[in-house]
C-alpha cells in the first residue's frame, strides 16, 4: 500500500481520537480535538499532493480519500448538531449534497465519464474546514463568540448548497437519459 493510502486510513483512524476526546470531554477537549481535526486534514492535503507528483494515484484513493474527509467532516458536524451549535437541518442539506454528488459520479462512471472536483466543491471543502476549526476554537468562548458559529454554520451551509447545486447544473445531461 502507497503512502497516499495509508494517509487516507491514517485519517480515517483519527476520527475516533478526535471523537472521544470530544465524547469524554477531557480536559481542554476542544484544543485536542482541533489538533487532531488539523492533523488529519493536513493528510488529506498531502496524500492528494503526494499520490499526483509521484503518479501514485489508485482506486483505492479516488474512493476512501474522499469518503474520510465525509467521515471526519460529518462527525465534527454531528457534535456540533448534538451540542446544540449547528441546526440539524443545515447538516441535513451537508448529507444530501454529499450523498447526491457522489450517486452523480457513480452514473457518470457507468457512462464512461468522470467528474472531477470542481472549483466550488473545493472551496466548499476548504471553508468547511476552516469553519468547523473555528468552532472547535470558539468552544470555550462560548457566549462571546455565539456570533462566530452562526457565521460558519451558514458559510458552511451556503457553500454545499452552491457547489451541490453547480455540480448538478454541470453535469445534467448525465441525468437527461435516465
Known sequence: MNLPNKLT???MVMILPFLLVLYLDV???AYWALAIFILA???DMADGKIARKYNLITDFGKFM???ADKM???AAMVWFVEQGRMAGWMLLIVLVREFGVSGLRMVASDKGRVIAAGWSG???TAATMVCLCLMLLSSYSLRELAWLDTVCVWVITLTTLYSGAE???KNRDILSDM
Request: hydrophobic share 50%; proline share 10%; glycine share 0%.
Open 9 to 11: 486510513i491514517l485519517r
Open 27 to 29: 480536559p481542554h477537549a
Open 41 to 43: 486534514s493536513l493528510t
Open 65 to 67: 480519500d474522499p469518503l
Open 72 to 74: 471526519l467532516v460529518t
Open 122 to 124: 473545493k472551496v466548499k
Open 167 to 169: 455540480y448538478f447544473l
